[in-house]
């Protein structure tokens, strides 16, 4: 085989390869960024509180500019004082996923997030919040404190 044909294959090879690399890198998957959530609402005397607005707030910093502002939701809590939140997911790209993983090694700044977060808050005449940042959900109870109320 001369050096050209040699040549010639090699960059055949060469760009079938980028192309194909490229390609399976441009598949999007899904990821879980905050598993089912549910949440009980509570007063400080420990009953419900039914038809309270929740609020949720998720974002995967890794992947999603803080710019973009995260994703939300607001639900209203049964007559047990209970709201479920669905699975939040992400999709993204190896290539991008791949971008993120470099962006979050090499970034210094003071003010970066990475990885999964939430937060559930209720407001109004009553306050409170949990937050999520990745693994096992453990809270899922808020105990609702008046607004203006000091904390003991």
Do not use: C
Not at 2 to 31: E, P, T, W
């Amino acid at each position: 085989m001369s050096n050209s044909i040699k040549r010639r294959l090699f960059l055949i090879l060469f760009v079938a390869f980028f192309i194909v690399l490229i390609g399976v890198g441009s598949v999007s998957y899904s990821s879980v960024i905050v598993p089912k959530w549910q949440i009980t609402v509570l007063d400080g005397d420990g009953r419900p509180i039914p038809d309270q607005v929740v609020h949720q707030f998720w974002i995967h910093s890794t992947f999603e500019s803080a710019n973009s502002g995260g994703h939300e939701e607001s639900l209203v809590t049964d007559d047990f004082g209970t709201v479920s939140f669905p699975e939040r997911t992400f999709s993204a790209s190896l290539i991008r996923r791949g971008w993120g993983f470099f962006k979050e090694r090499i970034d210094f700044s003071t003010h970066t997030s990475y990885g999964p977060f939430s937060m559930v808050f209720i407001e109004g005449p009553n306050s409170g919040s949990l937050y999520y940042r990745g693994g096992p959900i453990t809270d899922t109870t808020i105990t609702a404190k008046a607004q203006g109320a000091s904390s003991r």
